[in-house]
């Protein structure tokens, strides 16, 4: 007599077939940790946006002063919105000396082998360019600016202090020191209380009421050179 095979519809689990396992739970201790995806960078910064808030930011603190200047008015002169400008400097106070930082780059600088060029050759080489540069009623406006600003906010001068002024005073100082050592120059003169003649004297001149033009600042400077020694 035949065996009837086991009715596979009736839920009774056939003992010849291997018999599944059910899945164990699964122990948080020992599974790896999930991979966070990585944070997407943010767009790089654009060098045309910077350059355009810098100089909205020069343009607003010349017109209204530090006082006058807010970050809505600089992002909307340079045609950004307030973030963008608030990634890149977290204040008004911030972007204005970055602003005052950036405009040195208009006036020019002696250049780095001058060693072998005569000192009143190169003195009437830069000149006409600062002549230009003096010139330029925005940075008269800016200078009187910044000194009225010295004592309500004391680190836009040290901006100015440390990106215009110690530059050149660095630079004359070399050129005081080669025209003492070719003897146009006292031997014994105090170059420092030299460079702060220079230096005053063209600041005073600067914020007085007339302004000059580019052959009156060329005019000008040529006698301040003429009267530290280094020009003929």
Not at 21 to 32: H, I, L, M, W
Not at 81 to 108: C, F, H, M, N, Q
Not at 155 to 162: R, S
Not at 219 to 232: F, I
Request: glycine share 6%; charged share 30%.
């Amino acid at each position: 007599m035949s065996r009837v095979p086991p009715d596979r519809t009736s839920g009774e689990r056939d003992a010849t077939q291997p018999q599944e396992t059910p899945e164990r739970e699964k122990d948080p201790e020992t599974q790896p940790p999930l991979k966070i995806p990585e944070r997407r960078r943010g767009r790089p910064r654009s060098p045309e946006a910077d350059e355009a808030i810098l100089q909205a930011a020069l343009e607003v603190f010349i017109d209204g002063g530090v006082e006058g200047a807010s970050i809505e008015q600089i992002a909307k002169r340079a045609g950004v919105g307030k973030l963008t400008v608030y990634r890149r400097w977290d204040s008004k106070e911030a972007v204005l000396a970055a602003a005052i930082e950036s405009a040195r780059d208009g006036i020019p600088e002696a250049p780095a082998d001058f060693a072998d060029v005569p000192v009143a050759t190169l003195v009437r080489e830069l000149l006409p360019g600062l002549a230009e540069a003096i010139a330029e009623p925005r940075l008269r406006a800016m200078i009187a600016r910044i000194f009225g600003a010295s004592v309500s906010h004391p680190e836009l001068m040290a901006t100015y202090w440390d990106n215009y002024v110690v530059p050149r005073r660095r630079n004359t100082r070399v050129l005081l020191e080669r025209a003492q050592a070719e003897g146009a120059i006292a031997a014994d003169a105090d170059l420092d209380v030299l460079i702060d003649m220079m230096v005053g004297a063209v600041l005073f001149r600067l914020v007085q009421p007339e302004p000059l033009d580019v052959a009156g600042a060329a005019a000008y400077l040529e006698s301040v050179y003429r009267q530290a020694g280094l020009l003929d």
